[in-house]
């Protein structure tokens, strides 16, 4: 399964590129999404580039047919890859490991400028359950939490610019 979420930051892409590139507004956002036992694993950053992995626990409501396949409490590993473009662009990849559960999560992102002042923010998402039967009703009900979380992750980046 295939989403896109699109979020307009009111900041220019210099400063929403600055957001992105920094590890300590990756670790804030996280922590403010309630996530535990943060780890950073590795951080490579360069002028035009960023690679961050980071482990942390993250508890989620799982609904009772689920309740087999998934756990409540999951150990989730995040590998984010930030690149400038060159052509005024920002954007990468994501992969989410969740340790013990059938789900594979990746992606895409993507900044650009709108106008001067404002940056479009696109992230597209891979979702795959790997479960006979109930694998796409578990594909629904995560649908929903990223949906929720990506949400959360727009709001928190507009607070991360605003205070920054």
């Known amino acids: 399964m295939e989403m896109t979420q699109v979020h307009t930051f009111e900041h ?23 996530h535990r036992d943060l780890e950073v694993i590795e951080t490579d950053r360069r002028d035009g580039h960023l690679r961050i992995v980071i482990d ?37 990849t994501f992969e989410l490991e969740t340790q013990g559960a059938p789900i594979e999560t990746r992606g ?25 039967l109930i694998g796409g009703k578990i594909a629904d009900f995560s649908k929903g939490i990223i949906q929720r979380q990506m949400e959360e992750e727009f709001r928190l980046g507009d607070e991360w610019l605003a205070s920054h």
Do not use: Q
Not at 12 to 27: G, L, N
Not at 108 to 132: C, M, N, S
């Open 12 to 34: 220019p892409i210099a400063k929403c590129w600055e957001m992105f590139h920094d590890p300590d507004s990756h670790v804030a956002k996280f922590t403010a999404m309630g």
């Open 56 to 92: 942390r626990v993250v508890d989620v409501e799982v609904p009772g047919f689920a309740k087999k396949v998934l756990k409540p409490t999951n150990k989730v590993r995040s590998i984010d890859v930030w690149e400038d473009r060159g052509d005024g662009t920002y954007g990468g």
């Open 108 to 132: 895409r992102t993507l900044l650009e400028a709108d106008g001067e002042d404002r940056t479009r923010y696109e992230v597209t998402i891979d979702l795959k359950v790997k479960v006979p």
